[in-house]
């Protein structure tokens, strides 16, 4: 529903942006990110690990501000779950990656918690995708079974480590071919739809 909060091509803008070195950032940032994603640290002691550890004629306040405007939504897939949410009277719950400045920015700029009701995000379980338990948790906390669930995700191995555990998976290559999958294989079928064209 959201573009990737902080991602390989979100930081090579931010490397060219702000003048730093690539292979030294990308390396320190595989060392410490997994800690960050599943809450062990803050997003300052991230950023002093990968950024600040040297002295920059930039504030931490102006990377932190280029991070956050990496996120931006996908209105139709917005919409679209929305709708079906409202239509069918379903149960919506998000299971992310990502660490906790980053995910409470995302729920609060883009409403997300109007239509979601459960955000299972790995800042939060101190679990990450693909590890089952963060998908058992999920279940859990939604009170379903496997069996009553359908989730959808960009990436193959999280779609595929979903199924072994009995969830229904949609691997989401654009919301045409995801809105098609759920009407035809699950009857997730709305009268009709304004949605706009995107991802």
Known sequence: MLTDGWNR???????KKFGLDAAETEERHHLTFDTYEVGKITLDTY???IVFYDKREFAAQQFKE???????PYHEMISLITALKKHYNLKVAVVSNEGRELTEYRIKKFKLGEFVDFFI???F???????????????????????????????PLFVQVAETLGINGIRHIDVDSTRKILETKYGLKLPKHTTKKGK
């Open 125 to 155: 379980v101190h679990f990450r995708k693909p590890d089952t338990d963060i998908f058992n948790l999920a279940l859990d906390v939604s009170q379903v079974s496997p069996a009553e669930v359908v989730y959808i995700e960009d990436r």
């Open 121 to 123: 995000s790995s800042c």
């Open 66 to 72: 280029f991070m956050f405007a990496q996120s931006q």
């Open 9 to 15: 091509k979100a930081r090579t803008e931010a490397i």
């Open 47 to 49: 950023l002093d690990r």
